[in-house]
């Protein structure tokens, strides 16, 4: 530093100080403190991050424009406030309606969903999802009893064996087999206790003995228990080892959660009533945690940054073993079952579930767990200088040795003498925030004692003691396989109708416990559905009420994608096979987060009911013989039940059938009926010969690879339909990736231009019911030939009431599938058809009493005078058109007609002015007063033979091109011509009229009177 002595003063002063004297002397510098800031803004939100501003107050004196305070001074600040996520209120759905008086309970049910859990805080749903009340039935109950052939029925339906009977033991559970005994015999000459465990909400009848005095011994206890039918095995050996305690260190309690679900072993797990999972031990799949301790230190881990360090210990006591068949249910779940309705009720087969669970325990571990998680501050644990291993260690060894009381386990002393551990006597359990019991068995006091809050007193080896006596005669299930408690419905009333109901009740109930219905939470947390609440799981360097708010350094701002909803099922399409999708969008995967694990698409089989709904049926375990199966002689007469086609069943089915009677036959989802769907009994006993066949209408999605992707997913495909294969990342194409649909030329009706597109895209868009498509040709479309007549053909169908689809296309009144021309006569018969409809090109005629003429196209006038000359035509579109003339006699009609200028219409044969020998088409249309409109379609199937004759002018107009003769001579005389008349309701007479149109003498063309 630069020093220079002053004389003056006699002391040193430094250089750069005189320097900035001198600077604040030339430059007098704002101090802008002398402007005090304003109060602050009320926040702009009251969640989800609002800001808050706050202005400087200014005054524009002489000290603030000569110290530049305008440029040096902020004027304005804002700051973030009420950071905390906007609260969620839980809403339910509306009741929907009554439900039918079921027949065997005799109530009503409704019921509503949850739309939306509560979340952040929002205010709790507290009323019921369901509702009852008393009914009176219109039906009986279908409740079928079931067959015990040559058991003992008991009062309650169970079906036992006759050697049960007054044997001292309530081997029914009702104690209807030990009444009325005359004499009772003793199974065992003394009484036994029953192996201890939990009995509250079983679902096997573990008091039936089944008539056997077994027992087991207990070695250390000495004891004899009765062991009881359903176990196949049991035996007692205490295990408690000091080489089994384990400890975990968790960032935050995610991982927790993701083991969740049951042991790795069972085949299906379920969720309880709660909507929190179980959580099990990834090393010793041991149950850890119930609903209460799970959110207790969810709760906890909201207060702080923080870390955990579990520690657990199983103590067995006995292992065990269930029959695989012939188990003997509760008296409590029987009687649930047997109350249970025939038709599907959500409400009612929910219940199973909230009662007795999801699953029933196969085989086990019976005995207690030992399990405590410890709460610490993120910040101390790093600022203690011990790595997590070593953490981790230091908490399990000062458990075994303080707690469980192994005295030959040696402390380290790091784990005594760290930053942490020093304000609390070397300890690193009391180090803690708290500790969290997720201890199972035993006592329920002593297990609540085993957890710890700070400045509270420290659970030691006492309480541990306590605790550990107490499992032997408190045991629970601690590792276990489990399997559906669906499967143990057998030999109760209509056990297989009940059991498809609880099947898609079961998928129903655990899908309102997805916690896909919670809104994303905050810095990537993991949401969790706790009942009718949703929580917050917070990862590591995240806390808050719900993980909110940063610990200082935590700076990743990637969201992992989290699955939406289920879709509903599909339909059960014709591989009996219905699919439901999901999207990862919960949100989607942003900023570098881990995309959502698991299957996008689910697919189960289903069933397809060919039968009208008569209510549920009573189906029972032991209906092996069904009526289709039972065999049976010829009958006498009538006929037997005929066979279906493949892929057809038929509708009114039985095994004998009366001569005259018919069977209807259809087609599964997917196939139509090609032939006539009746088929008639004869009197020789046989049925009406005449091919039927179910052929495919749609195309299946083809078995692929699990690493081949199909665009579009669908469940099926029209005919015609394209879709894409395309690989996986690490996956190269081979063969074949496309299937193309043919190109057709289509008319766009609000354009009326012809554009060419897939057949696969037009048929897919008729199936949606789009009618602005009309079907021209196959192939490419070229140019613009035959377009007028199909634009007009595109405005008459409109008004057609018949609309056939004839493959891309569709027939409409004037027309017949597969028949656009009548059957060719040869050309050495020098004769041709004419087929179509007769139209109408010119009107030349005089109202009544005035005069005119009218020729416009779409124009409509009445004919209410003697003999109106008309002008009748045809011709190819984009060249001459021909006409002829005839006389029409309106002279039979009872009221006025309107006939309309419609245009042209195309010949098939010839696409230029017609030569000689050439048919047309003919298009006429009459409409029947203003109130009454009919179409008439008129097909001549009639050789002819007619000559086109050329203006003496050399005219090329169109209109000068003149038909010399439009009939042969012989159809001059009254003859009657096929007419097809498609009617209204009220003209329902027309068909049995046969005299529909006649050919008069000459000239005219007679037209009979139809009403």
């Not at 984009?878 to 042209?904: E, K, M, V, W």
Request: hydrophobic letters at 30%; proline letters at 5%.
């Amino acid at each position: 530093m630069l020093k220079m002595d002053t004389f003056a003063m006699g002391v040193t002063v430094p250089v750069h100080l005189v320097l900035l004297s001198l600077v604040i002397g030339s430059s007098q510098g704002c101090y802008c403190e002398h402007y005090p800031w304003g109060p602050w803004s009320a926040c702009s939100q009251t969640c989800n991050f609002g800001t808050q501003t706050r202005h400087r107050k200014i005054r524009m004196d002489e000290y603030y424009s000569q110290n530049f305070c305008d440029q040096l001074c902020t004027k304005q600040e804002s700051r973030t406030c009420n950071q905390q996520t906007c609260p969620i209120n839980c809403q339910l759905g509306d009741f929907g309606p009554w439900s039918e008086c079921d027949p065997c309970v005799k109530k009503q049910f409704r019921t509503r969903a949850l739309l939306r859990p509560s979340q952040f805080g929002g205010q709790a749903c507290t009323e019921p999802l369901v509702d009852s009340r008393p009914c009176f039935p219109a039906k009986l109950c279908n409740i079928v009893e079931v067959d015990c052939k040559n058991k003992f029925r008991c009062e309650s339906g169970r079906c036992i064996s006759k050697t049960l009977e007054c044997n001292g033991e309530n081997d029914c559970g009702d104690n209807s087999d030990e009444r009325n005994c005359r004499r009772k015999k003793t199974v065992c000459n003394r009484k036994y206790e029953s192996i201890p465990g939990e009995s509250r909400g079983e679902v096997l009848g573990n008091s039936f003995n089944g008539g056997q005095c077994t027992t087991v011994k207990r070695n250390e206890t000495r004891k004899l228990y009765r062991v009881p039918a359903n176990l196949e095995a049991v035996s007692f050996q205490v295990t408690d080892e000091e080489d089994d305690v384990t400890s975990d260190f968790y960032k935050d309690l995610t991982p927790l959660s993701d083991s969740a679900s049951g042991s790795s072993s069972s085949t299906r797990s379920g969720k309880r009533s709660s909507g929190i999972p179980f959580l099990f031990s990834k090393k010793t799949r041991v149950q850890v945690t119930s609903s209460s301790s799970l959110k207790k230190a969810i709760k906890a881990s909201h207060e702080k940054n923080s870390n955990f360090i579990r520690v657990h210990k199983v103590i067995s006591v006995a292992n065990f073993t269930m029959k695989e068949s012939d188990l003997q249910l509760s008296d409590v779940f029987l009687k649930a079952l047997n109350h249970l309705p025939l038709e599907y009720n959500y409400a009612l087969y929910s219940r199973i579930f909230d009662d007795f669970g999801t699953h029933y325990y196969t085989s086990g571990k019976m005995g207690g767990s030992y399990d405590i998680l410890y709460q610490y501050s993120s910040e101390e644990l790093q600022n203690s200088g011990l790595s997590v291993e070593e953490s981790t260690e230091c908490v399990r060894t000062e458990t075994t040795k303080r707690v469980l009381f192994w005295k030959k386990k040696k402390v380290s002393t790091r784990c005594t003498t760290n930053r942490m551990t020093v304000t609390h006597e070397g300890s690193i359990l009391e180090s803690a925030e708290r500790s969290v019991s997720l201890v199972k068995g035993g006592r329920s006091e002593y297990a609540a004692a085993l957890a710890w809050e700070k400045k509270g007193a420290f659970p030691g080896h006492t309480v541990f003691t306590d605790w550990l006596e107490s499992t032997k005669d408190n045991p629970v299930v601690i590792d276990f396989e489990v399997s559906p408690i669906v499967d143990l419905v057998r030999n109760v009333p209509c056990a297989v109708t009940k059991r498809r109901h609880l099947r898609r009740a079961l998928r129903e109930y655990v899908g309102r416990f997805d916690p896909c219905q919670c809104a994303p939470c905050p810095n990537n947390a993991r949401p969790v559905l706790s009942g009718t609440e949703c929580l917050c799981l917070c990862p590591a360097g995240t806390y808050g009420t719900d993980c909110e708010t940063r610990a200082p350094g935590y700076t990743s701002v990637a969201v992992d994608g989290r699955w939406g909803c289920w879709s509903e099922w599909s339909p059960c399409d014709a591989s009996f096979k219905r699919r439901r999708t999901r999207e990862c969008n919960n949100p989607s995967p942003m900023n570098g987060g881990k995309p959502c694990e698991g299957q996008q698409e689910e697919e189960e089989d289903c069933y397809i009911s060919v039968f009208t709904d008569r209510g549920a049926p009573c189906m029972n375990d032991d209906e092996a013989k069904r009526e289709e199966n039972v065999l049976i002689g010829e009958p006498e007469s009538g006929c037997s039940r005929p066979d279906s086609p493949e892929y057809g069943f038929i509708r009114n089915e039985k095994n004998q059938y009366a001569v005259g009677e018919e069977v209807e036959i259809a087609c599964v989802s997917g196939h139509s009926l090609i032939g006539y769907q009746y088929l008639r009994c004869l009197p020789d006993q046989t049925w009406t010969q005449q091919h039927i066949e179910c052929q495919p209408s749609v195309c299946l999605r083809p078995p692929i690879s699990d690493s081949v992707t199909i665009s579009p997913f669908k469940q099926q495909y029209n005919i015609g339909e394209t879709m894409k294969l395309s690989c996986q990342a690490g996956f190269i194409v081979t063969g074949q990736t496309k299937h193309y649909s043919e190109d057709i030329c289509v008319l766009h009706a609000v354009s009326e231009q012809n554009v060419t597109k897939p057949s696969c895209q037009y048929s897919a868009e008729m199936c949606l019911g789009v009618q602005s498509f009309h079907f021209l040709h196959a192939g490419p479309c070229h140019g613009n030939s035959n377009l007028d007549w199909a634009i007009e053909r595109a405005k008459l169908s409109t008004n057609s009431l018949k609309k056939v689809p004839c493959g891309y296309d569709t027939c409409y009144d004037w027309e017949e599938c597969q028949a656009w021309l009548p059957p060719q006569v040869k050309d050495s018969e020098e004769s041709h058809y004419f087929s179509g409809l007769l139209f109408i090109a010119s009107i030349t005629a005089k109202l009544y009493p005035a005069e005119g003429p009218y020729a416009d196209k779409g124009d409509s006038l009445p004919l209410a005078f003697e003999q109106p000359n008309l002008t009748l035509g045809h011709g190819p579109t984009g060249s001459r058109a021909a006409h002829f003339s005839t006389d029409l006699d309106t002279s039979l009609l009872t009221q006025p007609i309107f006939i309309t200028n419609t245009g042209c219409c195309t010949s098939a044969e010839s696409r230029s002015v017609p030569s000689e020998g050439h048919g047309y088409y003919h298009l006429f249309t009459i409409d029947l007063s203003s109130s009454i409109k009919q179409n008439y379609a008129f097909t001549f199937c009639h050789p002819t033979k007619f000559q086109l004759l050329k203006p003496t002018d050399n005219s090329e107009k169109a209109d000068d091109w003149k038909v010399e003769q439009l009939l042969p001579e012989r159809l001059r005389k009254t003859e009657k011509v096929w007419a097809v008349v498609n009617k209204l309701s009220n003209f329902h007479t027309v068909l049995n009229n046969h005299q529909l149109l006649t050919l008069g003498e000459g000239k005219a063309i007679s037209y009979a009177p139809l009403y």
